[in-house]
């Protein structure tokens, strides 16, 4: 065949084949089957598929997280809600394991059941819910939530500690806002329960009545807790001679010549006392300012008297000392003293003056002086809750009555109104303090104006004279705690708790004995008063606390047979020590 042709012999070939297929299809075999054709293999069916889907126990459980072994599930339960792969597609037939990834199990329910593992056979949709336990969010609770207010005069360094509880659930992990807020005070967090603040005294300058106290605040914190804000004060207190009432000394002109000076004879002895406790002090003179004053001689001290003498010779009228309309006392000259070891100074004199520090002496132009209080100051403490001042009546004047207080304005701080007296030493006011209206931590500044009508030469005359009175504790002599209230948290039915500690304090110069403290159920705040079967006698360490001592009372309950309750109670600390004010400490009791 020609090559012309071959294509055309391809495509006869092609036909007689595809005729020859076609013909032997129409004749069946035995069996059914086409003739020269295999048997065709059986369809495999299409797999099936079942869900399992996972759900959280509901509002009020806990969290965690459960997975499956095989993958598909990562299902996040917060508070009893599921999110993330909670539902997935398994085989049907095909066994799922599921596990807790995180969080504590308190069992499983719907196609499964108990507290362990899971399996589940997916031979048809599942459901399964994981229920979590629910865990409480902590809360802080400290030993006590007022201020604490650390007055010391003798010791130089101080250590409180607050305990501090979880009064919920889960793990308290407390920390302080600011560890170290400022240079007086170190804060730490003790043993994993105890705040503790270190104050160092060495630097603090006494603080006066006008001056505020060394204060901090920071801030108790704990993951999942609301902070608790903690507030402390400290007032370094003044110490002997400083706490001597201040006392103003006036020469007077004893001619109409302003460069003639007193008498010879004109010359003042001030006894150096404590005015807290009425004791001597061994002092020495600091300073005298202003330094160039011209009249007045170098003060001297002579068996415990200060005493002040006028200049005869070179005496120059006191420039710039005399009264005026807008001084009517005139400028002082300021005898700052010192305690005789040189253990106590009162503030520099660019400090203002605090009056129970200094000296004042004055010269006026008045010859003819009818009435002025020495001392010009008291200072009432517990120690000595009532004082008084004598009232000097100077020559040639002669009072016509015994003085009377024209006014006061000491309001509740004082015990009834000052009493003005004139036994045979002399014309004389007293004072007592109500120190039930004077809070822990501050003082008050009062003053007592005096009025009195005199017969000089020149006929009837009315002098006045103001005494300033500062009342305030803690003080000498006083049973100061180391803080103002008391919180203690126990459970229910539970056997007595941990005792708390209260630290007690002499900032006094002498001894104090403490009395045996009791607790006692009182309604207060709005809480019933807390059985008597609740309340445990307190314990009471060192019965004795001397100069910059401590004493330890140790506060407990017993709520074995109680339920779960909040009541109050009163701790009371006294002393037998004549003049020291008892100390009356609220307590909440809670049992949960």
Request: aromatic letters at 4%; a neutral charge; proline letters at 8%.
């Amino acid at each position: 065949m020609s090559k012309v042709h071959a294509p055309i012999a391809r495509a006869l070939r092609t036909l007689i084949v595809s005729l020859g297929v076609a013909s032997c299809g129409s004749s069946a075999g035995g069996d059914g089957t086409p003739t020269g054709t295999s048997p065709s293999p059986t369809p495999t069916p299409p797999a099936t598929f079942s869900t399992l889907t996972i759900v959280g126990g509901g509002a009020g459980s806990g969290s965690g997280q459960v997975t499956s072994n095989t993958g598909g599930v990562s299902c996040t339960i917060t508070n009893g809600a599921a999110a993330g792969a909670c539902s997935a597609s398994f085989s049907s037939g095909s066994v799922v394991q599921l596990q807790v990834a995180s969080g504590t199990l308190t069992g499983w329910a719907g196609d499964c059941t108990g507290t362990t593992v899971c399996q589940v056979t997916m031979n048809a949709n599942r459901q399964v819910t994981a229920t979590f336990l629910a865990v409480a969010t902590p809360i802080i609770v400290l030993k006590t939530t007022k201020p604490v207010v650390v007055a010391d005069r003798i010791q130089q360094t101080i250590i409180v500690d607050y305990s501090i509880q979880n009064g919920g659930g889960g793990t308290l992990t407390p920390a302080i806002s600011n560890a170290n807020p400022d240079y007086w005070i170190q804060l730490a967090i003790v043993g994993g329960n105890t705040l503790r603040a270190t104050i160092n005294a060495v630097g603090l300058r006494s603080y006066s009545e006008e001056e505020t106290q060394y204060v901090v605040s920071v801030a108790v914190t704990a993951p999942g807790a609301s902070s608790v804000p903690v507030t402390l004060k400290f007032a370094k207190t003044i110490d002997s001679p400083v706490g001597m009432a201040a006392t103003v000394v006036r020469f007077h002109q004893n001619s109409g010549h302003l460069s003639d000076p007193p008498p010879p004879t004109a010359f003042a002895q001030i006894s150096l006392l404590d005015s807290r406790t009425n004791t001597p002090i061994a002092a020495k003179v600091d300073a005298v300012d202003p330094s160039d004053q011209n009249w007045l001689e170098t003060p001297t001290i002579n068996s415990g008297q200060l005493e002040l003498r006028v200049k005869q010779a070179d005496f120059h009228s006191p420039a710039g000392n005399l009264p005026s309309p807008g001084n009517p006392f005139g400028s002082p000259i300021r005898i700052k003293l010192t305690a005789a070891n040189g253990g106590s100074t009162c503030p520099a004199f660019s400090v203002p003056p605090d009056p129970t520090c200094q000296i004042f002496v004055y010269y006026t132009a008045d010859p003819f002086p009818r009435l002025f209080l020495r001392p010009w100051g008291l200072q009432l403490t517990p120690a000595a809750a009532t004082q008084s001042a004598a009232i000097e009546v100077q020559n040639p004047s002669t009072p016509t009555a015994t003085p009377t207080v024209l006014k006061h304005t000491c309001g509740n701080a004082l015990n009834g109104p000052p009493i003005i007296s004139n036994p045979q030493s002399g014309t004389k006011v007293t004072v007592s303090g109500n120190f039930a209206a004077i809070s822990e931590d501050s003082t008050v500044r009062c003053q007592v104006v005096i009025v009195g009508d005199y017969l000089t030469d020149t006929g009837l005359a009315t002098d006045t004279a103001t005494l300033t009175v500062t009342l305030g504790k803690p003080s000498a002599d006083v049973i100061t705690p180391s803080q103002r209230d008391l919180n203690i948290l126990a459970t229910a039915g539970a056997g007595a708790p941990q005792a708390d500690t209260i630290t007690l304090y002499n900032l006094g110069p002498n001894a104090i004995s403490v009395a045996a403290p009791n607790l006692a159920g009182t309604s207060a705040g709005g809480f019933a008063a807390c059985p008597a079967s609740l309340l445990v006698t307190p314990t009471l360490v060192g019965t004795t606390i001397g100069k910059g001592n401590i004493a330890l009372v140790a506060v407990r309950v017993n709520p074995v047979g109680q339920v779960a309750q909040a009541c109050a109670a009163t701790l009371r600390l006294t002393s037998a020590t004549p003049g020291v004010v008892a100390q009356d400490i609220p307590v909440l009791i809670r049992l949960k």
